[in-house]
């Protein structure tokens, strides 16, 4: 049966879950999905394979999840690896298992997931990381990371695959993903035109661990000189290389040439190699390809085989020539955070440590989220005698005051007032610290930034508003500007929590930003001050947030010449949505007033076109503060536009049904089927839902036994789909009755339930279900 007819027979009154009392005369013509007999109360189950009702073993689930590989059946992967674990998890209860399923196969399963690449589908390749020594018998290494990149760029989301080698320290077994994985990504990025993508990914990957190498650059400028690229980006190609340690190379001086060459700017051409000369000629450790080689083969000694065989390499390539020094200990540790190996090559090799070899310890703690490890590193280096400096307590900061806990904070500022009493003022006048520079013997302004950042955002702002102040007034005595827009949205943030009154926060906000030789503020610290804005409450007569006031900081955007985007209007809009669940009914009135208020000034605005999110966000906020005419406007908009999307059509059905119009909600479902337009997951669960809001649970449950993604091979119910139609069945008491009949007609997804769904026990009542 089509969507479309199951619509028009929906269309109808439904009728009752299970009680055999007779209909009203006025409703026996409503023509129900199925013909059931009174005295029946479950799907007609006569011939009903009794196969549905098997507890499953390990065999069967590997079973299915083998044929399920070559189908790319992702939805069905994930039911039966959920049971899977559970199984597992119940059999090494008793005793262990050998390894269920190949390598190979795990390798398919973890591409099939990363290529489907959604949050859920990621969440399931870390699970299976994370046992896959129990489901395959292999340790996780670089060869399984490489499937999964191969995964996410056969996806094709950028952001996705950056994030994934960004954060791959952190996940199991703490692999700093390889220069390889790197350069698949980049290479990708150059080959699909993504050169701004690829731009900004080499000028953080250092984050990672991984460095870039003149290989890397290549990449990089060839897909400049490829895509005609300006000069301006050619340039700043060349500033993100110069904060590297690489040096001048011949080759890549050709390379520069010969790429304006390609660009018809033959005469720029020898202008450019000039400057590279200029930028890195002077920067070379050496020239010699003896050491360049021997340099090479001990870093890769000690990632590869730790640091006592790269410890022995050392000494064996003294034999040769090689000399020992302070880099040395560099290339040793570079990837490493244990301390103890930092004293075995210093034991070994009679070096000693400077600042930057424990700086290196605590950063590559940090990356792979040992926070306690850094902390302790950090102790022991002032132990060893080595000066706090911004190199050691920088990355430790950056972590503490991401957390937005008081106890981390505060540790945060001991580190600083470590770091300051190491580097006092002088009496005499200290020199502005210049922009480029990148490490300071004391406090520098990134930590100024991060640490007014944590201020504005931490729940107990009042009590940093003086330490706030008492670090502006060490910044001045050091000569030290507040050189980021974010460091001074941060400040305007945490004056303007400790206000009043909207206008007392309205004045901070300008005092702040009006300081001598601030910068001004970006798009992204705008939204910050107005997000912050949303957030202010004054009392019971201020407790809604003022329009008027958030659309005055909107004017000095446009007098400084900041664009107006679409998060301009959606932090506002979804600050109004998220109170129309907390305000008394009693100020229903003025919130709604508000969202109308905002909403004329959205209209009024001739510099700025809403997309699709926009209106998908400004549809939900008239539902939520009970607008359904309002909303379902908005939505006539995008619909005769042809604007729509899945997000647009949950959030109208959604309030149809809080609204309690299935009509508006038959009609939305069957223009959508007259178009084509196949619902994703979440929209049929919003659908479902809707069905038991205005009374249909039961017409919902056999939308979800015998409709919900029939013809859609990677759409099927799943728990959520359970919990809303328990949540309603709850109501009446008849989770049994859903729970029997999704037992019968979708067996897969009851044994992957879990044992307790909203407090209602799956294997406890399991029993007292008919089971014919």
């Keep these: 049966m089509s969507l479309s007819r199951a619509v028009a027979r929906l269309a109808y009154p439904a009728g009752p879950f299970t009680r055999s009392v007779s209909r009203p005369s006025t409703l026996r013509r409503a023509a129900p999905v199925f013909r059931v007999k009174r005295d029946q109360r479950r799907f007609l189950t006569v011939k009903h394979d009794p196969s549905l009702s098997y507890v499953p073993d390990i065999d069967a689930i590997v079973d299915k999840i083998r044929r399920c590989i070559p189908t790319a059946n992702v939805g069905a992967l994930h039911q039966q690896f959920y049971g899977l674990f559970r199984v597992l998890d119940e059999e090494r209860k008793d005793k262990p298992t050998a390894p269920p399923l190949k390598e190979k196969e795990i390798h398919d399963v973890l591409s099939l997931l990363a290529e489907s690449g959604r949050h859920h589908d990621l969440d399931m390749v870390m699970k299976i990381l994370v046992d896959l020594p129990i489901l395959c018998g292999v340790e996780v290494g670089v060869k399984v990371y490489n499937v999964i990149l191969r995964g996410l760029i056969a996806n094709g989301n950028p952001q996705t695959i950056f994030n994934w080698l960004m954060n791959m320290p952190q996940k199991p077994k703490n692999i700093t993903p390889t220069l390889l994985q790197w350069h698949m990504f980049f290479e990708w990025c150059a080959g699909s035109g993504q050169v701004g993508v690829l731009q900004h990914s080499v000028s953080k990957m250092h984050r990672s661990g991984r460095r870039p190498t003149f290989k890397t650059f290549e990449i990089l400028f060839n897909a400049l000189f490829d895509t005609g690229a300006s000069i301006k980006k050619i340039h700043e190609a060349l500033d993100i290389m110069e904060h590297t340690p690489l040096t001048y190379d011949e080759n890549f001086a050709k390379l520069l040439y010969d790429g304006f060459v390609k660009l018809g700017l033959t005469d720029r051409a020898q202008e450019m190699k000039d400057n590279y000369w200029k930028r890195f000629s002077k920067r070379s450790r050496t020239t010699d390809p003896n050491m360049i080689e021997w340099t090479e083969s001990i870093e890769k000694e000690a990632e590869n085989k730790g640091i006592a065989a790269a410890v022995t390499l050392c000494k064996s390539l003294q034999k040769d020539g090689f000399k020992l020094s302070s880099h040395t200990l560099t290339l040793l540790i570079r990837h490493t955070h244990r301390l103890e190996y930092l004293r075995y090559a210093e034991a070994e090799l009679h070096l000693k440590a400077s600042t930057i070899h424990w700086a290196i310890l605590i950063s590559n703690a940090v990356r792979i989220g040992d926070l306690t490890g850094a902390l302790s590193i950090y102790e022991e280096s002032k132990s060893a005698g080595i000066t706090p400096g911004t190199p050691l307590v920088h990355p430790i900061v950056n972590a503490l005051c ?20 190491a580097a006092p003022v002088t009496h005499s006048k200290q020199e502005l610290q210049p922009p480029g520079r990148r490490h300071s013997s004391g406090p520098d302004a990134n930590l100024y930034n991060i640490l007014f950042l944590a201020f504005g955002a931490s729940k107990n702002v009042k009590k940093y508003f003086p330490i706030a102040l008492s670090l502006l007034e060490d910044m001045e005595a050091r000569n030290i500007e507040l050189n980021s827009p974010m460091a001074v949205s941060s400040l305007a943030i945490v004056v303007m929590r400790c206000a009043s009154s909207f206008d007392d926060a309205l004045k901070a906000y300008k005092r702040i930003c009006k300081r001598p030789n601030a910068p001004p503020l970006d798009a992204k610290g705008y939204q910050a001050i107005l997000h912050t804005l949303t957030q202010l409450s004054f009392g019971d007569y201020e407790r809604l947030p003022s329009v008027w006031h958030y659309f005055e900081v909107v004017k000095d955007m446009r007098t400084r010449g900041v664009e107006i985007t679409a998060p301009v209007y959606t932090i506002l809009f979804r600050h109004l949505a998220l109170l129309s669940g907390e305000l008394p009914p009693e100020e229903r009135d003025a919130l709604a007033a508000a969202v109308r208020r ?73 223009k959508m089927t007259k178009l084509g337009f196949k619902f994703n997951l979440r929209t049929w669960n919003t659908w479902i839902e809707c069905m038991c809001r205005v009374g249909k649970l039961d017409d919902a449950l056999k939308v979800v036994c015998l409709e919900m993604g029939k013809d859609q091979p990677n759409i099927a119910p799943d728990v959520n789909t359970v919990k809303v139609l328990l949540s309603f069945a709850a109501r009446t008491n008849q989770q049994d009755e859903v729970m029997d009949r999704i037992k019968r007609y979708l067996p897969q997804l009851w044994h992957t339930l879990p044992t307790e769904l909203d407090g209602y026990s799956i294997r406890e009542r399991a029993t007292a279900v008919d089971p014919k």
């Design 402 to 421: 991401t957390t937005l806990d008081d106890a981390a904070i505060d540790r945060a500022l001991g580190l600083y007032k470590d770091l300051a009493e």
């Design 598 to 670: 905002a909403h004329d000034h959205l209209t009024l605005d001739p510099s700025f076109t809403p997309d699709t999110v926009l209106w998908n966000q400004l549809m939900d906020t008239y539902q939520r503060v009970g607008l359904f005419a309002e909303a379902y406007r908005v939505w006539e908009t995008l619909f005769i536009t042809g604007r729509f999307n899945q997000a647009s059509v949950a959030i109208i059905i959604d309030a149809c049904g809080f609204a309690n119009a299935w009509p508006m909600a038959a009609q939305v479902c069957l």
